[in-house]
């Protein structure tokens, strides 16, 4: 009942910006689209601006009246950018898809562009009521970019999909883009990166620049986008060799399946299960977690895990918060 309409303007939606500019709310607004949520009235810009050393604002809560839809925009959904840009919250909102949150409503661009030193941001909380809907947008679902631009985190949202976590909604280009010097990004866990991507830009997730280190990856749910679940690019977190997983053996009686294998000495291992048991595309994705596994320092592991009984296996390195 108090939803704000705040589309059609040639400029952006709303803008937050300057030192000092902190704790202001926006809560439960149609940003971009018609006064159904169904149609796109774009705003030329983004939907929403946060700028220049803005702090602790919140862009939605969680719970369902405090939600906005930001949709249909004319080129970001969520833009936060700038130096002491830090510590603002995106929180249960429809990023890319209309009020519904099961049918696409692309921003032009990306749903939520992070750069130019912005630190400290979070996109979701880890909380169902925190989670963001982001998918359907004409380029990346997130894209977090630039020097310095460092520790935000990505937390239990849906990126490619609808509300269920089933529907194909996938955004244009990547599910989550993180490069040009970004660093300590923390991906997950609790998302779900699905359905994203085409020939070019096929990944899930995909780090790319030799400055782009120390973006974790755990945790999340990757499936049926157009190529592997996660890319590394031109030295991005490292360049860190992918696990290999060379031995498994499943206990009838136990219900368990021991897998093994080699990785970088010291890491952490994270292991799932793929979509498809019959998939034979080569296309490495996991789509749900079974368990972690400690490397030693000859880069042996093994992990001892239930539901493996059949299907085919994938696994993630992660060392020195650089994950591959």
């Known amino acids: 009942g108090g939803r704000n309409i705040i589309s059609g303007i040639n400029a952006d939606g709303v803008r937050i910006s300057g030192s000092n500019t902190n704790r202001n709310e926006i809560l439960g607004n149609c940003i971009g689209t018609d006064v159904n949520g169904t ?66 409503l692309g921003n032009v661009l990306d749903g939520v562009y992070i750069c130019d030193s912005a630190q400290y941001n979070r996109i979701g909380d880890g909380t169902a009521g925190g989670r963001n809907i982001i998918s359907g947008n004409n380029y990346n679902g997130i894209t977090i970019t630039g020097t310095d631009t460092s520790r935000n ?19 244009k280009r990547y599910g989550v883009k993180i490069a040009n010097f970004a660093q300590y990004t923390n991906i997950g866990p609790g998302n779900i990166v699905a359905y994203n991507g085409n020939a070019l830009y096929p990944n899930g ?44 053996d499943y206990n009838l009686t136990s219900g368990n399946t021991v897998l093994a294998g080699t990785t970088e000495p010291l890491s952490s291992v994270e292991v799932f299960l793929a979509e498809d048991p019959a998939d034979s595309s080569g296309y490495e994705e996991g789509k749900t ?36």
């Open 39 to 104: 149609a796109a009235l774009a705003n030329t810009y983004a939907g929403i601006y946060i700028s220049s050393a803005a702090q602790y604002n919140k862009v939605g809560n969680s719970t369902a009246g405090g939600r906005n839809v930001i949709s249909g925009n004319g080129n970001y959904g969520i833009y936060i950018n700038g130096t002491s840009t830090s510590r603002n919250d995106i929180l249960g909102n429809y990023i890319g898809v209309d009020i519904t949150g099961t049918a696409a």
């Open 153 to 171: 985190d990505i937390l239990a949202n849906y990126i490619g999909t609808g509300t269920g976590g089933t529907e194909n909604l996938g955004n």
């Open 205 to 248: 997730i995909y780090v790319n620049g030799s400055a782009t280190l120390y973006n974790s990856i755990s945790q999340n749910s990757l499936f049926t986008n157009y190529g592997p679940g996660i890319a590394l690019a031109d030295g991005g977190n490292a360049a860190l060799t992918a696990p290999v997983i060379s031995f498994a």
């Open 289 to 324: 977690y079974c368990g972690a596994a400690a490397a030693d320092a000859g880069g042996n592991w093994s992990a001892t895990l239930s539901g493996l009984a059949s299907g085919k296996a994938t696994a993630t390195a992660t060392l020195s918060q650089n994950t591959s």
